[in-house]
């Protein structure tokens, strides 16, 4: 039986980089056949124009996207959730729910970064208070062995992994 992974992570639409490394691990070949895998979409933006904006549609899709995740942990019985969650903004206090409730269900978490911001925003109210919280007890992946001056201040560099991006060949 192959070990089982919730992924929540960005796909598009809309279309910027992390929703793209998302699409392509929800495509991997090598990590469908490895694992066995679920998706749940991080997104509440429909359009570019809506990242960073706070509206009812995106907090009723939010409280759905709560209770759809909730859903698929307690039927699966996940080995492992992988999340993808900004490093800054309103888009980190969303994930920041998701990883709390995660972690209060028992779930090992793996926070892949791919943007850097905490350092710069962790003496901004209320980050001074979400980041030792969200990097207690999980896994960190980063993108490059530079980044982790990001996070070192909240994760010890035995729980960080290195995994620069790959995109797929063209041709």
């Known amino acids: 039986m192959k070990p089982s992974i919730l992924f929540i992570l960005h796909m598009p639409p809309p279309v910027h980089g992390a929703a793209m490394m998302g699409k392509y691990i929800h495509d991997s070949k090598v990590i469908n056949e490895t ?8 997104a509440t933006a429909k ?6 904006k706070v509206g009812l549609k ?5 409280l759905e996207m709560l209770k759809s ?11 492992l959730v992988y999340v993808t969650p900004n490093s800054h903004g309103i ?13 209060g269900m028992g779930c090992k978490v793996v926070i892949h970064f791919h943007n850097q911001g905490v350092r710069t925003f962790q003496d ?4 001074r208070w979400i980041y030792p919280r969200l990097f207690k007890g999980v896994k960190v992946i980063l993108l490059s062995e530079a980044l982790y001056e990001d996070v070192e ?15 797929p060949d063209i041709n």
Not at 124 to 127: A, K, L, S
Request: hydrophobic letters at 40%; proline letters at 3%.
């Open 153 to 167: 201040k909240y994760v010890d560099r035995r729980n960080v992994l290195i995994c620069p991006n790959g995109i």
């Open 47 to 52: 359009d570019i124009k809506d990242i960073g």
């Open 124 to 127: 901004h109210w209320p980050n």
């Open 35 to 42: 694992f066995d895998c679920h998706y749940i979409n991080l």
């Open 91 to 103: 888009a980190l206090y969303k994930e920041f729910v998701i990883v709390q409730m995660l972690k």
């Open 58 to 62: 995106k907090l009723i899709s939010f």
């Open 69 to 79: 995740i909730r859903k698929m942990v307690k039927q699966m019985k996940t080995q």
